[in-house]
């Protein structure tokens, strides 16, 4: 299987090959990864003031928000199972006393 997601990086290493750090900023879920962190209007962007600050930047869209694409929902795996089940109440308690004469 393949999932398919918007990352986009920004390479703001500068020194010696050991020394790398590393900032994942994911989106909040209402608002996509590039208009919250990577806005391109005067020095909006978050992402780009930490690479200029030496950190390797990545954003990333999670499945089915921003530029990543939803998922197929007539794949088999991306099927929820059933959210409720039927379930008879128990004839008896733990403890072998009948429900209806149970007092608390």
Not at 28 to 41: E, I, N, Q, T
Not at 77 to 85: I, L
């Amino acid at each position: 299987m393949q999932i398919d997601l918007f990352v986009r990086e920004y390479d703001g290493h500068t020194g010696p090959p050991g020394g790398r750090r590393a900032v994942l900023m994911l989106h909040g879920r209402s608002v996509p990864v590039l208009a919250g962190f990577d806005l391109r209007h005067k020095s909006y962007s978050w992402a780009d003031a930490l690479a200029k600050a030496g950190y390797d930047v990545f954003l990333m869209d999670l499945q089915g928000s921003g530029r990543s694409p939803r998922p197929k929902m007539d794949d088999p795996c991306n099927v929820n199972r059933p959210s409720t089940r039927v379930s008879s109440p128990p004839t008896r308690s733990p403890a072998g006393v009948s429900p209806a004469t149970r007092t608390s």
